[in-house]
T-cell receptor, first 113, second 109 residues
Framework: TAGITQAPTSQILAAGRSMTLRCTQDMRHNAMYWYRQDLGLGLRLIHYSNTAGTTGKGEVPDGYSVSRANTDDFPLTLASAVPSQTSVYFC????????????FGPGTRLLVL | GQNIDQPTEMTATEGAIVQINCTYQTSGFNGLFWYQQHAGEAPTFLSYNVLDGLEEKGRFSSFLSRSKGYSYLLLKELQMKDSASYLCAVTDSNYQLIWGAGTKLIIKP
């Protein structure tokens, strides 16, 4: 079982360009999450989805958008990248919404120049 | 505001025991998680505490005191592969996970 996959593994992006980070899980988990991780800071929640068809804003949603058309996929889009969005992005999922163990994908390392 | 505090870095010797502390102030409490994260990799689940007391799982144990807003992760018989960051996270009243910045544990031979 693959668990959670993310693509691409890493990317260099010019400021002002758009990009979609992909996340797919095969565990039939209801809830999915996008985090960014920066040196010296804890994981910060960008957006989440408690179930297919619904999404919510996390702690740092500005500059990012998500969609949840089905259970398996939860893409994260940067409409117009800025250097402050340079980070490591992790997608995670949990069986149910709220309070359950989250399982993480391998991450996407993004550098915005 | 919500806050989770952990030491930034700790050093220990192979074969020894180390305790990593975590204190939290959150709006409500619905459980505390510990995750392990090796450099360049994703966090992986270690333990979960929702009631006061000690949860033991092999070489790793986790303790919780809800009245004190305090937890610790105890690692015994340290191995070189235990060199990693250890992340403390608390589920708040909205069932959102609030993450600490993590403790980088360095194991020396």
């Amino acid at each position: 079982t693959a668990g959670i996959t993310q693509a691409p593994t890493s990317q260099i992006l010019a400021a002002g360009r758009s990009m979609t980070l992909r996340c797919t899980q095969d565990m039939r988990h209801n809830a999915m999450y996008w985090y960014r991780q920066d040196l010296g800071l804890g994981l910060r929640l960008i957006h989440y989805s408690n179930t297919a068809g619904t999404t919510g804003k996390g702690e740092v949603p500005d500059g990012y958008s998500v969609s949840r058309a089905n259970t398996d996929d939860f893409p994260l889009t940067l409409a117009s990248a800025v250097p402050s969005q340079t980070s490591v992005y992790f997608c995670a999922s949990s069986p149910g919404e709220g309070g359950e163990t989250q399982y993480f994908g391998p991450g996407t390392r993004l550098l915005v120049l | 505001g919500q806050n989770i505090d952990q030491p930034t870095e700790m050093t220990a010797t192979e074969g020894a025991i180390v305790q990593i502390n975590c204190t939290y102030q959150t709006s409500g409490f619905n459980g505390l998680f510990w995750y392990q994260q090796h450099a360049g990799e994703a966090p992986t689940f270690l333990s979960y505490n929702v009631l006061d007391g000690l949860e033991e799982k092999g070489r790793f144990s986790s303790f919780l005191s809800r009245s004190k807003g305090y937890s610790y992760l105890l690692l015994k018989e340290l191995q070189m592969k235990d060199s990693a960051s250890y992340l403390c996270a608390v589920t708040d009243s909205n069932y959102q996970l609030i993450w600490g910045a993590g403790t980088k544990l360095i194991i020396k031979p």
